[in-house]
């Protein structure tokens, strides 16, 4: 059937600038590049580019440009291009559409109305070259009050763990990503002294050895769960719920299941692997904490059990029932959570801003008196580490990051990790893609971000005259809103700037 979508992009070549090398040709997944013999000329396919920028960051001689398509519908504020285009996609395909990554949709992003304090003449600034600055973070269960006797700590505390700066990797699976890519990020988090994330794909028996600095998930589908899995990590999460599909299970599909992710996943070579929506064994706060308990048994009390769930309309509620269910760790992912493939108009109309979640979690939870009970670890969107700032001081014990950890591997947001193609090499199985994210480069790009955040909120946090994140969490104080409504304002617990 003829498509009557117009390509999304124009691939421009400068023609003086082209030396034919090819390198564009094998770059693209998607056959948008070919060399034409008769006329000595590299030719683009444009209807099928993705504008991953793959060819033109290779390109040897800067020849290439991508940029958007100009051609435009005529102007129409309801029937916008993109309505139209998936109008048509499913015209002719009949199917759900499906998408990579996170909303992109323009709901409110509180982060960029939330504006930080700093120190001026009554409270002197600290410098972080000069004076020491602590970002330690413990997650876990934490005692309202400690004892001590004449040995020492009489209180017995529940197991932490320690993070020396406040961002982990977040759920990523083997087989929605590399295993290059999860050998990055564990190399990375084992260097900054992090956690990354197995997803709930299991736990490639490579990467045994970063345990120490591992987050293992038990998800509906328990794939690659077993005794040795929960053994080796240092926390273990309950996943019921994922910021990008709500409500929705997981669907990894055969092709991608290859040898290596169906030993992981303990699941036949080239079946799809379909997680359910919900856990079948979960059907109250009851049925929760018999799985909480059933983990801290099996893991002998030694490590915290987190439970991560979408933010949706009534978080906080479920929140405090998952606090009293037994969790360790209650982890939010929001709105812009993103994922390896959801259905699109899932990921782009179900679920909360992060933010508003966070703020009334972390509300509830100290209205309850059970906020030490409970670390706060949020997830969706996290861009940089004024981002971070924000979330320690609206009441996050620590982030979750994935799309800025990919970005740093080399991921431009293209949406297409459904595909398989994924030109970078990141959300892919396929065995000549996977070379192009070396473990070396990729843990060094991570190692880098996390110490070039760790730096900036050294420096956010001096500047306010404060040098421990402790006295920055929760403490909204700190914050200002700006162009925010008073029941935004309100539901963040934020004054207005100039207040
Ligand atoms: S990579 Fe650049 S120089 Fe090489 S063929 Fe493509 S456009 Fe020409
Ligand atoms: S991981 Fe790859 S396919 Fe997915 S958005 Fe990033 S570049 Fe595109």
Not at 183 to 202: D, F, I, K
Not at 224 to 231: C, F, K, M, R, S
Not at 268 to 297: C, F, N
Request: contains cysteine; glycine residues 10%; aromatic residues 6%.
């Amino acid at each position: 059937m003829k498509t009557y979508l117009p390509p999304k992009f124009v691939v421009e070549r400068d023609d003086s600038r082209c030396i034919r090398c090819e390198v564009c040709v094998n770059q693209c997944t998607f056959d948008v590049n070919s060399y034409d013999i008769e006329d000595d000329e590299i030719k683009s396919r444009e209807e099928n580019c993705v504008g991953c920028h793959r060819c033109v960051v290779f390109c040897p001689t800067e020849a290439l440009t991508v940029r958007r398509n100009p051609l435009d519908y005529r102007e129409n504020y309801n029937w916008r291009p993109e309505v139209i285009e998936d109008i048509i996609k499913q015209s002719e395909t009949g199917g759900v559409l499906l998408t990579g990554m996170g909303n992109d949709k323009s709901y409110r992003i509180y982060w960029d109305h939330l504006v930080l304090n700093a120190s001026q003449v009554t409270n002197p600034s600290i410098d972080p070259l000069r004076e020491p600055m602590e970002l330690t973070t413990y997650l876990g269960q934490k005692p309202d009050r400690v004892e001590f006797s004449s040995v020492g700590l009489k209180t017995e505390l529940a197991p932490q763990v320690k993070l020396e700066v406040p961002v982990m990797f977040s759920a990523m699976s083997y087989g929605a990503v590399s295993l290059n890519v999860q050998e990055s990020l564990a190399r990375a988090a084992t260097e900054m002294g992090t956690l990354w994330n197995t997803g709930e794909g299991g736990l490639h028996p490579k990467l045994y050895k970063y345990g120490d600095n591992t987050t293992v998930q038990v998800a509906s589908g328990r794939f690659g769960v077993h005794p040795e899995y929960l053994d080796v990590a240092r926390i273990v999460e309950i996943k019921i719920g994922q910021g990008a599909k709500p409500g929705i299970g997981g669907h990894l599909p055969g092709e991608k299941v290859s040898a290596e992710v169906a030993m992981t996943r303990m699941i036949p070579r080239g079946t799809d692997a379909l997680s359910p929506a919900p856990q079948h064994d979960i059907y109250s706060i009851e049925d929760l904490s018999q799985l909480v308990y059933a983990l801290k048994e099996a893991t002998n009390y030694t490590k915290p059990v987190a439970v991560k769930i979408a933010a949706v309309h009534n978080s906080a509620a479920i929140a405090s029932g998952m606090v009293r269910a037994g969790a360790d760790i209650i982890v939010l992912d929001g709105l812009r959570g993103a994922t390896g493939a959801a259905p699109k108009i899932i990921r782009d109309n179900v679920g909360i801003p992060i933010e508003l979640a966070l703020a009334s979690v972390d509300d509830r939870l100290r209205q309850e008196g059970i906020r030490n009970q409970a670390s706060v670890v949020i997830a969706g969107g996290i861009r940089n580490s004024g981002d971070v700032a924000k979330a320690i001081a609206l009441g996050a014990d620590a982030v979750y990051i994935a799309t800025a950890a990919l970005v740093a591997l080399g991921c431009t947001v293209c949406q297409q990790c459904h595909t398989g193609k994924c030109a970078w090499g990141i959300c892919t199985t396929d065995l000549w893609l996977t070379k192009r994210v070396n473990p070396d480069i990729g843990a060094r790009r991570l190692s880098n971000l996390l110490r070039g955040w760790s730096l900036e909120l050294k420096d956010i946090l001096g500047g306010m005259g404060i040098n421990a994140l402790e006295s920055l969490r929760g403490n909204r104080l700190h914050l200002r809103g700006v162009g925010l409504t008073d029941t935004e304002l309100e539901i963040l617990g934020v004054r207005m700037a100039g207040s």
